[in-house]
Structure formats: structure tokens, C-alpha cells
């Protein structure tokens, strides 16, 4: 036999293979997921879907390191993150803690350290269900808002307003939102988006109350 086909083992030899079918897995969820990602979003320090998918080991220890449990495993089976970490801002926010301790913990590099934060997506009203909209007062979502005024605010008619430049993605406006199903969420980018200047060395988040289920 020939020495080059000796060293090609076994175990290696389907290691690679598997490497393979994880690879064209994860590619091919990446191209069935939609912007919206099913109203929940990536970690922080994920850059994209398909790169995310494609690195991370689901390890699982993102999950077991983030302090405010905002980070969960997708228990949908429809899902392309079926199995992966997630956010949902619905049940909990991310709060983008100041040392990231879920992107500290990535050692597939799925999360990974970058220079620029990266913003989780950019909150998003539905009028029609809006209860500010539709019965004259609600202003939940804006007193809970880390960026209160400047995020969310109410425009020259009073009306509440989402301002794209400042919105981070937390969002703890979905998990305060008096409507069910939530009036408002979160659109993930397209493409990676930086955290606004003015919160790329900012510290923590205040952290209220979770919303009662």
C-alpha cells in the first residue's frame, strides 16, 4: 500500500467527510433564513447567518455564560437555528454586556472579537398593533429603552419613533411590550451594522425587570 493512502486514516478520513456534510448543512439553513430570523436573533459577535451557522460547534457555552440568560438553545424544529443559540427577545433581551462573556466563552470562533460591536438588528413598530396607535397612550416600550429619547422617541405629532442610528437591537422593547404578540420587533441586518458610536465603549445596560409571562 502506498505510504500517502497508510496515513489517510479511518477516523480522519470520515472526520473529513463529516466536516463536509456539516459544512453544506449549515450553508444551506443560512439560505433559508429570513431577515426576520423568526423574531429571534444571533448572539452577539455573530457577524452573519451563514458564517455563524457554518462555525459554530453547538458547544453550547455562550449559553451557560451569559449572566442575564438571554441566551437559549432554538428548540424549534422548523427553524434553521433548530439547536443553535438564539436570542428572543420576547422571553429575555440582551442587555450587551460591557465584556461580552458569551463571545469570552466561543471557542469555534462562531463569536468572534471583533474591533467594531455589531448590532443585533434595529427595532421595528407595527402600527396596527401598537396600543399607542390604536388607543391613544402607551409609552412602555420607550421608558424601558437604555436609549430613552434617542432610540425611542416620540416625534413633532407625538407619535413613537424608532431612530435606526441608535437602536442597538436589544431588544428589551419586545420583552416590555404590553401587546401579546408584541407590538413591535426586531429586524436583523442584511449585512453586519455597528453598534453606534456612542455605545461602542459604553457600559452595560440598566437592567430592568423581566416582563411577567
Known amino acids: 500500500m502506498d505510504p500517502l493512502e497508510k496515513s489517510i486514516t479511518r477516523k480522519a478520513f470520515f472526520k473529513e467527510v463529516l466536516g463536509w ?3 453544506g448543512v449549515a450553508e444551506a439553513q443560512a439560505e433559508g433564513l429570513s431577515p426576520r430570523a423568526e423574531s429571534v436573533l444571533l448572539p452577539p459577535g455573530a457577524r452573519d447567518c451563514r458564517s455563524f451557522l457554518s462555525a ?22 422548523a427553524s434553521p437555528l433548530f439547536g443553535y443559540p438564539m436570542i428572543d427577545p420576547r422571553q429575555q433581551a440582551c442587555y450587551l454586556c460591557h465584556d461580552f462573556p458569551c463571545i469570552q466563552a466561543c471557542a469555534s470562533g462562531a463569536l468572534g472579537h471583533w474591533k467594531t460591536r455589531f448590532k443585533l438588528g434595529t427595532a421595528e413598530f407595527d402600527a396596527s398593533t401598537c396600543l399607542d396607535e390604536q388607543q391613544g397612550f402607551c409609552q412602555t416600550c420607550l421608558n424601558h429603552c437604555p436609549h430613552m429619547g434617542r432610540a425611542v422617541y416620540r416625534d413633532v405629532r407625538g407619535r413613537l419613533t424608532i431612530a435606526p442610528e441608535h437602536c442597538t437591537g436589544c431588544g428589551i422593547c419586545v ?3 404590553v401587546q401579546d404578540p408584541p407590538a413591535i420587533a426586531i429586524r436583523a441586518p442584511a449585512v453586519p451594522q455597528p ?3 456612542d455605545r461602542q465603549t459604553d457600559p452595560s445596560f ?3 425587570e423581566k416582563r411577567e409571562a
Open 21 to 23: 456534510i456539516r459544512q
Open 56 to 77: 459554530c460547534s453547538r458547544c453550547h457555552a455562550c449559553v451557560t455564560a451569559c449572566p442575564h440568560f438571554a441566551l437559549r438553545v432554538c428548540q424549534d424544529e
Open 175 to 177: 420583552m416590555v411590550c
Open 195 to 197: 453598534v453606534p458610536e
Open 206 to 208: 440598566p437592567k430592568p
